[in-house]
Nanobody, 123 residues
């Protein structure tokens, strides 16, 4: 059974950085499309970034130039580096995985989800 667990969340000041990690267990990460989504209080789940089994990455407009997604096949982990965090970024960040993801930005395409990691940004 595939399981995902995020780590690395926390609180930073505006302009600060964080690195989120997602430990993937139960199978090899290389055959999965992987994504990061986030949800702020009172808002809908929002796509952040994704990387497919060929290593091609996709970013939401809000993440382009500030966030970087990466995958370590040897360690079976997914990461999201967050730079230049601003007051629009606080949310619960979730990693997700799916073997047959046609539309990377669509949450329903992903079969497996982690419990989430909280990111807080203070001014």
């Amino acid at each position: 059974q595939v399981q995902l667990v995020e780590s690395g969340g926390g609180s930073v000041q505006t302009g600060g950085s964080l690195r989120l990690s997602c430990a993937f267990t139960g199978n090899r990460i290389r055959s999965y499309s992987l994504g990061w989504f986030r949800q702020a209080p009172g808002k809908e789940l929002e796509f952040v970034s994704a990387i497919d089994s060929d290593g091609r990455s996709t970013y939401a407009d809000s993440a382009k130039g500030r966030f970087h997604i990466s995958r370590d096949k040897a360690k079976n982990t997914l990461s999201l580096q967050l730079f230049s965090l601003n007051p629009e970024d606080p949310a619960m960040y979730y990693c997700a995985a799916g073997q047959y993801v046609a539309d990377k930005v669509r949450a329903l395409e992903y079969n497996y989800w982690g419990p989430g990691a909280q990111v807080t940004v203070s001014s």
